[in-house]
């Protein structure tokens, strides 16, 4: 039974945390990606020594990683909650200001900055959030929720067992991770020196999320090679790589394969960058599906079209590389049922539904599973996330650390 008591320390920590700029960049080469996020890092290490996690530690790339003892005499794996620190690249991060809507009493939030509107038509959750209080930005960044409230409430579930004693758990690892949002948070990780058996991503949406299933995804890099010729003398010599690029991305089925017009298990094909000139034109395009064999298909089909383009400008050449970048984690998780059915089991002790539905994306828990280390995705409460229409519920924050706590107590029952 959770001591109704507690005080949540959550809230407090995430709105100190989002005022760390902890951007990650998918264009630099260094890791992590951004030394920024080191900042935030450190500074977790030093609160988990506070709280009593006497290891706790960031190591030269980033990770923070921490052990709450065992304080019961039966034999429990050890599992990880995880969660990560550097926010997307897609929207800055710094100068987050985040406002408090006190008990929501519906409808749309208008945010004070920039006209931006969270309209409750396009937010589902948004409805069941009656008499609750909402944590927006002010408009002008995002706020930083993915990840920073699964860290939060991370830190907050460690603080209530270690105050809590009484409540049976086996050894508990901590980790935070950086660079997830660019795809490499699990490039550096020592799985060894965590020393988890199994483990949870704490980086979902809405409560009782439980997810066993992702994207399968890799990435084409797409070179389009043309001729340039200054174009005071450029007749019938010019090839210019740009057009290719523009002729290419015309033909893209954009009513089959784009990530605008697909939903629920359609997998599909995003041009995410484009950069070049008129004698190469760069571009990067993502393939996901759940099935992981179709990423194939998808790729054989890219390279007709491309194909197709370049016919169309004689003279010109392309480079086609794929790169893996992560594979659907039910391929690992169906292995070891126990884990997903123990955090269902926390959901329904909890008097929460289960929602049980697959990731239109990936997490680290994608590549950690198949690097030995089968981890599963809970809520964390984050919403719109990526934008600065992003919003959580502080209700839903508070629920978070009590799910994280059930799983803990589950594991050292049921062993």
């Known amino acids: 039974m959770f001591d109704s008591k507690y005080k949540f320390t959550c809230v407090d920590r995430f709105l100190k945390y989002v005022k760390y700029d902890t951007q990650s960049d998918d264009e630099s080469t260094s890791f992590p990606s951004t ?60 100068n987050v200001k985040p406002v408090i809507h006190k008990k929501y009493k519906g409808g749309d939030i208008k945010l004070p900055n920039g006209g931006w509107i969270i309209k409750e038509s396009e937010n589902p959750d948004l409805k069941k959030m009656k008499g609750y209080d909402i944590i927006t930005t002010d408009g002008t960044t995002l706020l930083g929720a993915d990840n920073k409230a699964g860290v939060a409430e991370i830190m907050d579930a460690m603080n209530y067992l270690c105050s809590h004693p009484e409540v049976k758990h086996g050894t508990i690892k901590v980790c935070f991770t ?68 523009s002729a290419f991305m015309e033909s893209l089925p954009n009513k089959k394969l784009s990530p605008e017009t697909t939903e629920k298990r359609q997998g599909y094909v995003h041009c995410t960058t484009i950069n070049g000139l008129e004698e190469a034109t760069t571009l990067k395009i993502i393939i996901r599906d759940f099935e992981t064999p179709k990423l194939k298909e998808y ?13 169309k400008f004689p003279g010109s050449k392309y480079e ?27 959901m329904k002790n909890l008097k929460i539904k289960p929602i049980m539905h697959p990731i239109r994306g990936g997490t680290d828990g994608s590549r950690l599973s198949f690097m030995g280390l089968p981890t599963p995705n809970i809520f964390a409460g984050e919403q719109s ?21 059930e799983i803990a107590q589950i594991w050292e029952k049921k062993s």
Not at 182 to 197: C, F, Y
Not at 320 to 345: C, G, S, W
Not at 393 to 401: S, Y
């Open 35 to 94: 030394e920024k996020q080191k900042n935030l890092s450190a500074d977790l290490a030093k609160e988990l020594l506070k709280i009593g996690l006497k290891d706790a530690a960031m190591d030269k790339w980033g990770y923070v990683m921490a052990t709450l003892p065992a304080n019961t005499k039966k034999k429990v794996p050890a599992v990880a909650f995880i969660s990560h620190v550097d926010t997307s690249p897609a929207v800055t991060g710094k």
């Open 178 to 245: 950086p660079d997830e949002e660019v795809g490499r948070g699990t490039e550096k990780i020592d799985l060894k020196k965590l020393g988890a058996k199994y483990a949870y991503t704490v980086d979902g949406s809405s409560r009782g999320e439980v997810e066993s299933e992702t994207f399968s995804a890799d990435m084409v890099v797409l070179k389009f090679i043309g001729k340039n010729i200054h174009p005071g003398y450029a007749k019938n010599k010019m090839i210019n790589s740009i057009k290719i690029a």
């Open 299 to 311: 790729e054989n089909f890219l390279e007709d079209l491309v194909k197709k383009a370049v016919a």
């Open 320 to 346: 086609f590389k794929v790169v893996n970048q992560y594979r659907n984690m039910r391929e690992v998780l169906d292995k070891y049922p126990e884990i997903t059915k123990h955090a269902v089991q926390a």
């Open 385 to 405: 996330f990526h934008s600065q229409l992003e919003w959580i519920a502080i209700q839903d924050m508070e629920m978070a650390v009590r799910v994280i706590v």
